[in-house]
């Protein structure tokens, strides 16, 4: 053992000098990750690309609104399909309107409006397959805007840029784990690049207006255009259809999600209820009627003379814990009243044609329900097709766009619904 | 070049087995060796555990073979590397060089895994050693080997859930989501080892 020792004690030196050597020893680490760069282009450019396109594939769909033998189904944040139903059994996806920003549209006789992030753009849609941007309200919806500066009056086309795109560069720093190093986005000045965040919709309407789903946060009552966004509910005349005019703007109440017009009145679904105007006075400024509060949910609205009929959701948007219809009373607008509650799985859009009421709810699909005793609904048949989201149920077609595309059912028969295509 | 270490590493195992079977033909000039080390890593992220066996085939003052070990300096990996080394001196008791190379496969611990986020990923990277030693014979089948050396090895970690971050709806965004980033990892240690060899 001795013999050892001695034998390797040189070795013992060496090994003593390593661990001298050991406080030399550095770790490198490096962090690589993209620094992006936006790509501008002059708002007055930008928007010559807002106009009819060779059609698209469906992915992300949101709104939807039909006007004639059209359908119209905005893919968020991107344009407009437009689906040829001149055949229901043969929808064709004829072409796509490009609209960056795009969340939700309204129609009325040949006139498209939707909104482009903080804008308003007006189609002129004689020919739906080829829309032509006629006007551009600048920055009517500042809670969406993305090119303009919080508060800023500047809504020069020309003097505004927009960003089109990003360029990518790896870029490499010295990194230590547990430090603070995070990615750079943006390595130009994009001060305007706000965030937006709801899901708009679009609206059902009266006179020569198309008719949109019941998510919609567009509707069109006589000669003005209502939108709701956040908290509040905005007015637009458009007795000159072409050249909207911004008329008024009031706070409504915190998450505003819908809106949706009847015989002169409004009715607005937020998270906390249903609150209703009268739009008949004075359009540009609806006249507050009563408010029907309920659980938080998300809750699109549709109604008719006695009553309105309101879904409640448990979406995290929302900040619901609840699932269900709500059948309110609105005999007396200032007074509603909730009649019934029926338990549903996570119902969204919904739709009423006569005595009939067709609610989404979502994976289990197409409920239609007979409604003439609205304190006990029966239900008629359950479409299963589809994850639904919203319907539009009139002349015996119901046309519901789930999360993977657009269905059409034919309820002429009630005994007899049955699904006539999908696209 | 993964495959390629793998099929040399193979190779070299089934030549030490070969032999090991055929140990007592005198024809073969190749003897069946194991050595297994126990170790201390130093670096700057302070002190780590190290273990790892070598198994190979010595011809004359030549070794080579496969090794296997436990690394957990910085985070946990299990090398898999090809060994050579080279014996000095003409007493019982040699003098050694060695060098290692191989793949470094990384190996998560339940505190690794916490700290990244879901979409994180670790690609296996490089182990690397050069070293020298003493090899003190006890007897006729077993030997002590003392040694030092450097030792490196590398991770890349790729991932980054920074997605939230990304304004999504703006023109162009989506093509680059969710965004990528890569930390590179090249740790240096000083490698301090005892090991048996039979």
Known sequence: ?423 | MYRRNFIIIAVMIFAAFSCFGQQKISMCHFQFHSINNVGLLEGQAGSAFHLQTINGVQYKSWFTGAGVGLDSYRYRTIPLFLDIRKEFGKTPNKILLFGDAGINFYWARDRDVKQFYSNDKIKNGFYGELGAGYKFRLNAKMSIIFSGSYSYKTLEETGGDYYYNMPFFLPGAAAYSPVAERIHYNLNRVLLKVGVEF
């Open chain 1, 1 to 423: 053992m001795k013999r050892m020792i001695n034998t390797v004690q040189p070795f013992y030196i060496f090994q003593l000098m390593l661990l001298m050597l050991s406080g030399c020893m550095k770790d490198k680490i490096t962090k690589t990750y993209q620094i992006r760069t936006p790509v501008y282009e002059v708002l007055s450019q930008f928007r010559e690309s807002i106009k009819s396109q060779p059609a698209a594939e469906m992915s992300a769909t949101g709104k939807i609104a039909v006007a004639g033998n059209y359908i119209f189904i905005s893919e968020l944040y991107k344009g407009i399909h437009v689906i040829d139903n001149s055949d229901p059994s043969h929808p064709k996806n004829a072409s796509f309107i490009n609209v960056p920003g795009n969340e939700d549209l309204a129609i009325i006789n040949n006139t498209l409006y939707a909104d482009a992030f903080g804008d308003l753009v007006t189609f002129d849609i004689t020919d739906p397959l080829h829309a032509e941007a006629k006007n551009f309200a600048a920055n009517v919806f500042p809670d969406h805007s993305i090119y303009y500066y919080s508060g800023a009056d500047n809504v020069n086309p020309d003097s505004i840029n927009v960003i089109i795109g990003w360029t990518v560069r790896d870029t490499t720093v010295d990194y230590e784990p547990g430090g603070s190093v995070y990615p750079v986005y943006y390595a130009a000045n994009c001060a305007n690049c706000a965030t937006i965040a709801a899901n708009l919709s679009s609206s059902v309407n009266t006179g020569n207006s198309g008719t949109s789903g019941s998510l919609s946060r567009f509707a069109i009552l006589n000669d003005y255009l209502y939108a709701v966004s956040y908290s509040q509910l905005r007015s637009f005349d458009i007795s000159n259809k072409f050249s909207p005019s911004y008329k008024n703007s009031f706070t409504v109440d915190w998450h505003v999600e819908t809106i949706y017009p009847f015989k002169g009145k409004l009715f607005v679904g937020t998270n906390n209820g249903v609150y209703m105007y009268d739009a008949a006075a004075s359009p540009s400024n609806p006249t507050p009627l009563g408010a029907f509060t309920h659980v938080r949910g998300c809750d699109p609205v549709v109604a008719d003379d006695d009553y309105a009929y309101v879904t409640i959701n448990d979406s995290s948007a929302c900040l619901g814990f609840n699932n269900e219809l709500q059948i309110v009373n609105v005999k007396d607008l200032n007074a509603p009243s909730l009649v019934q509650s029926y338990q549903l799985t996570h119902p969204v859009g919904l739709s009423k044609d006569g005595n009939l009421l067709f609610v989404c709810d979502s994976k289990d699909g197409l409920k239609i329900y007979n409604a003439d005793n609205v304190n006990n609904l029966q239900l008629i048949r359950q479409m299963k097709d589809g994850e639904a989201v919203d319907v539009i149920a009139m002349n015996g077609l119901a046309i519901m766009i789930a999360a993977d595309g657009l269905y059409q059912y034919d309820y002429s028969d009630i005994n007899n619904i049955h699904l006539i295509s999908k696209l």
